[in-house]
């Protein structure tokens, strides 16, 4: 069956069962790239890796976010907080996944967690060792690696968890923001859980998919008709709008 998937393993002592809808897999890599707002050929070589020469032969490698339908490379909703969460170290270094990928393998052997993007524990020690390695590796200063900190720890407020510190909403960015700085700190309207519309996004609070708000805009309905109808603010409206349109 297509929802089927195995128990996948997070941390020493807690297991993903197969019901749980984060591991379904739901989002094409076209449709993740969408909503994290990244070029889609960048998230693709995340999640499948990328063909490169050495010495006249192609090679492959491997990919930093292992997907949980690695055959029809389908991005589950952990999927796409681990990508969510990796877009902040590509703001501002750009994406050079063997060193990406060997900073996360540190972090791994030294919290023994699987998937180190999603556990909680990145967001607190395993945060300043990932950004300590990685800077290593890429010979940033001190201070370039407290911005890097920076940057993620933004990435890392717009995800929601349970009470066992798990991933169970996604509050994804809504507007641009130049390559190289910390993003702005968009309001939490708009939100994406794996329990809510079959995890696309949704106006947080009302379960309203954005995407019912923006083609109606896109057929010709005013942001004061829209909040009017579905009894939303009109910040509400606007926020769904630059979700979809971007």
């Not at 809808?21 to 990244?38: D, K, N, Q, S």
């Not at 933004?154 to 960015?173: N, S, T, W």
């Not at 579905?230 to 409206?237: E, K, N, Q």
Request: aromatic fraction near 8%.
């Amino acid at each position: 069956m297509f929802w089927e998937v195995k128990a996948v393993k997070l941390t020493t002592g807690s297991v993903w069962t197969p019901g749980d809808p984060r591991l379904r897999p739901a989002y094409a890599v076209t449709e993740a790239a969408h909503y994290l707002r990244l070029p889609v050929a960048t998230l693709r070589s995340w999640v499948a890796g990328r063909t490169y020469p050495v010495s006249g032969q192609k090679r492959r490698s491997k990919p930093v976010i292992h997907l949980d339908d690695p055959k029809r490379r389908f991005l589950s909703f952990l999927n796409l907080v681990e990508a969510h969460v990796l877009a902040a170290i590509r703001r501002r270094y750009g994406v050079q996944l063997p060193r990406i990928r060997r900073a996360l393998d540190y972090v791994r052997r030294e919290f023994h967690v699987e998937r180190p993007l999603i556990d909680q524990v990145f967001q607190t020690d395993g945060l300043d060792l990932f950004v300590e390695r990685y800077g290593e590796l890429i010979n940033v200063s001190r201070e370039g690696q407290q911005v890097m900190k920076e940057i993620i720890g933004v990435y890392l407020q717009r995800i929601e968890r349970d009470a066992r510190g798990l991933p169970i909403k996604l509050y994804p960015f809504t507007r641009d923001t130049e390559s190289g700085s910390a993003p702005r700190p968009d309001p939490r309207l708009v939100v994406i859980s794996p329990s809510v519309s079959f995890g696309r996004p949704v106006i947080a609070g009302t379960g309203i998919p954005v995407s019912a708000i923006y083609e109606r805009y896109k057929a010709g309905d005013s942001v004061e008709e829209l909040a009017r109808d579905f009894r939303l603010g009109t910040s509400a409206v606007e926020e769904a709008i630059r979700c979809e349109a971007a």
